[in-house]
Each structure stands twice: as C-alpha cells, then as structure tokens.
C-alpha cells in the first residue's frame, strides 16, 4: 500500500480535533521535544539550515505552552510553570545564538520532565472522571444523589 502525506496530515488532524485540552498540550510538549532534540542534532553535525528550522518550531510551541497556561486554578503553580517555561525558551535563544549544541540539554531535559508530569497529571485525571462516572456497585444508590459537577479540568 503506498504512503500517501495526506494521510498522515489527515490522521494528524483527525487526533488534533479530537483530543482534549490535557492531550493537546500533551502533544505540544512532544512536539516540543521533537524539535528541541532535532535542533540540537543539527547544531551538532553544522547543519545550521536545518538547526534554526528546528529551534524556530521549538521556540514556537513553547511560546503556545506560556501564553496557554490558565492561571485561574492555581496562581501559584501557573506562574512556577510560565517561568520554568519561559527559563526553556530563553536557553533556546541562547543556544540557537552560540551555535553550543551543549545547552540544549537542560532545556530538553526540562521538557521531558515537564511532558512526563503532564503525563501523570492526564492519567490522574482520568481515573478520577473514570471514578466519578462508574458508580460504586456495593454501595445503596441515594434517591437524591446527584452527580458532581467540576468546571475544572
């Protein structure tokens, strides 16, 4: 079966409209590392080309990750985020200005943390709607029970 792009741009899309807000940003943090990881190979073997096209893609997706944050919820944990963030980005430039494809370390080994975090945040999340949802079945229903409603999430 032959390889058509438009499919893999239609599946791409397909997962993009489909995914909740938690696995969008789960993808943009991949997509982040991609490109970080690609920058830093580029800067290695001097394929400067393609290094900034790297580091242009990475830059971007960060940027969408700080402007993005909602700081609603908790202040405090958004604003600790923005600045990990923001930390990420600024070596970027630095890096992507040195030609040092040694700083790209930290900031790929923040994302990678960072997508792992957000990993668990996203599994944690859903057991606890998985468990909202199923009712417990050793348990008498309550005539006025109701479920609960969260706007957070």
């Not at 499919?7 to 696995?23: F, G, H, I, M, W």
């Not at 700080?66 to 890096?95: H, K, R, Y």
């Amino acid at each position: 079966m032959p390889h058509h792009p438009n499919s893999a741009d239609a599946y791409l899309k397909t997962r993009v409209l489909t995914a909740s807000p938690e696995q969008l940003r789960l993808m943009l943090l991949d997509g982040a590392i991609k490109f970080a990881r690609q920058a830093r190979a580029c800067l290695e073997s001097k394929d400067h080309e393609a290094s900034y096209e790297g580091f242009s893609q990475a830059r971007a997706i960060v940027m969408e990750l700080i402007v993005t944050i909602d700081p609603e919820p908790a202040p405090e944990l958004a604003a600790g985020v923005q600045s990990v963030l923001s930390f990420i980005f600024s070596e970027m430039v630095e890096a992507s200005m040195s030609k040092d494809a040694s700083r790209m370390d930290e900031p790929i080994r923040l994302l990678e943390y960072e997508r792992e975090t957000w990993a668990l945040f996203i599994e944690q999340l859903s057991r606890e709607r998985a468990g909202a949802e199923v009712p417990d079945a050793l348990s008498e229903p309550k005539p006025d029970a109701r479920p609960k409603l969260s706007v957070e999430g």
